[in-house]
């Protein structure tokens, strides 16, 4: 698709730092606790049903694009060993637990999952299963690696109810592959899809990332014509996040040349008018699905939420997250537990929650998390409902961010409405820019904290 002026221009004007806003306030504002008894409130008063993530952390080799918590390692033992820390968390984790609370979603992520055994997946099961009950429609998915993926991997998985897979494509260009050290050929991927199909996964996800290294609209064409030959049921199409302050490793990509912003936004319309084509609902951001997914659905009745893991249709829940790095979140606010597994191991053994980090949110929070929920999952707001919802005049309360998005409108981003506003189709583009206004924390000083919004 053809970029105009208009566009380079906008690209030049909006293409800046900002949070992806997988939560509110974003995780780089939350504190140190030494007690971190005030975090687990959601935990022990709450009553809403819950949703686990485990990250498992171990990795084969390094793929140097990646912005996850990872450990690389050959050595399988060290999986036995990560059980053993996992099987005390939970354990210490059921103090805080009431009985009743029934579990309704639950996500395996790394790392690779599929970097355990059989045996080890079937333990983790055993581990899970003591501790908490399921809803009988409850939501099981897991994050794979295709390269790593044999079928008692799979089996395991689906031992365990397991029913939604993603797993990362990125490229199939095999000299994009090799840049980015993560070599995949095609072959791999239909093998992938055929055992998750055969083990009764009826929801797949296909992980593509936009922006790496020796990119183009043709090659990126062409692995547009191969994934789609698998028939996913979801896309998640990610903008790469160049953050080698964070990650070294990816220092290693500059050497080849990452694409530029106005290249970027081409391969972005290049999707979207790809896999629109071919059928799928662009939902937002980074997501797609097949009209029948229940996150059109969700989007549709304006249900749909956004987290940690992404786009949800699971509202209302509270995150319990297990593992090195992992986050929970809740209506009272989020907590992260350490990075390091020799510090995991350390808080464990003295018999605590290796919780590090966190955020107690305010009513002031809640309300903005929810203004921009709406508007990156809606892609529209009502104020009218927004003022009723939180007892607020919405136009009075936000003035400053209302005075913000008359330049968005200006520049084709949004109309407004009789009851609100809605983000234009070259708007999508920007939604992260859109939402940026809503942030009470977001400071020009902390900016380069954050990938470019394009």
Known sequence: MKITAQDLALIEKYNRPGPRYTSYPPANHFREYTDYSPLMRGVEEGDAPLSLYFHLPFCETLCWFCGCHQITTLDRDRGNDYLDLLEKELEIFAQYLPAGREVVQMHFGGGTP????????????????????????AEKSVELDPRRLAPEHVEAFAR?????????????????????????????????????????????????IYGLPLQTVESFSATLDEVLQLKPDRFAIFNYAHVPWMRPAQKLLEKAGLPDAKTKMQLLKLCIERLTAAGYVYIGLDHFALPSDELVKAQREQSLQRNFQGYSTRAGVEICGFGISSISQGRFGFHQNVKDLESYRRCLAQG????????????????????????????????????????????????????QLKEFAEDGLLVWTDRGFAVTERGRLFIRNLAMCFDAYL??????????TI
Not at 119 to 126: E, H, K, S
Not at 162 to 174: E, K
Not at 375 to 388: I, N, Q
Not at 443 to 452: A, D
Request: a negative charge.
């Open 352 to 403: 605590k929650l290796p919780i590090t980090k966190g955020y107690e949110l305010t009513a002031e929070d809640r309300m903005r998390a929810d203004v921009i929920m709406r508007l990156m999952c809606d892609l529209s707001l009502d104020f009218g409902a927004m003022s009723d919802r939180w007892n607020v005049n919405f136009k009075v309360h936000f003035a400053d961010a209302l005075e």
């Open 160 to 208: 365990m109810g397991l029913t939604r897979a993603s797993f990362g494509v990125q490229d199939s260009n095999p000299e994009v592959q090799e840049v980015i050290h993560r070599v995949q050929p095609q072959a791999m991927n239909v093998a992938a899809m055929d055992m998750l199909r055969a083990n009764g996964f009826d929801s797949v996800n296909l992980d593509l």
């Open 443 to 452: 400071q020009p000083t902390e900016t380069g904290r954050y990938s470019k």
């Open 114 to 137: 599929n970097f355990f055994t059989a045996v080890q997946i079937d333990r983790l099961a055993g581990m899970i299963d003591r501790h908490f009950s399921f809803a009988v429609d």
